[in-house]
């Protein structure tokens, strides 16, 4: 059974920063792109970081370039998401995405993924 569970949400103030991480069990993580999404109340869910499964490529939302950063630890199966300068508008539920595709992490579309965690929520306020 494959599982994947994000931890390190909390509420943070404007500026300040969080690292969220991603454990999988059940699949042979070093195989797998990982992705990280968010999805604000009443919006759709949206695409922040990927990262292919060897490293080698990431990709950015333009929202987030500059300020957050993806990375990986196959040897511990854990997918991480460091955000800085964090914003208001970066509050959301965040989710990280596994895909087993040559070039996954890199796709924008959620449909792309096959397995997901259940999320963790961040809270940016004064």
């Known amino acids: 059974q494959v599982q994947l569970v994000e931890s390190g949400g909390g509420l943070v103030q404007p500026g300040g920063s969080l690292r969220l991480s991603c454990v999988a069990s059940?699949?042979?993580?070093?195989?797998?792109?990982m992705g990280w999404f968010r999805q604000a109340p009443g919006r759709e869910r949206e695409f922040a970081a990927g990262?292919?499964?060897?490293?080698?490529?990431?990709r950015y939302a333009d929202s987030v370039k500059g300020r957050f950063t993806i990375s990986r630890d196959n040897a511990k199966s854990t997918v991480y998401l460091q955000m800085n300068s964090l914003k208001p508008e970066d509050t959301a539920v965040y989710y990280c995405?596994?895909?087993?595709?040559?070039?996954?992490?890199?796709?924008?579309?959620?449909?792309?993924?096959?397995?997901w965690g259940q999320g963790t929520q961040v809270t940016v306020s004064s």
């Open positions: 995405a596994a895909d087993e595709s040559s070039v996954g992490g890199l796709f924008s579309n959620p449909n792309r993924y096959e397995y």
């Open positions: 990262m292919t499964w060897n490293a080698g490529g990431t």
């Open positions: 059940g699949l042979t993580f070093r195989n797998y792109g």
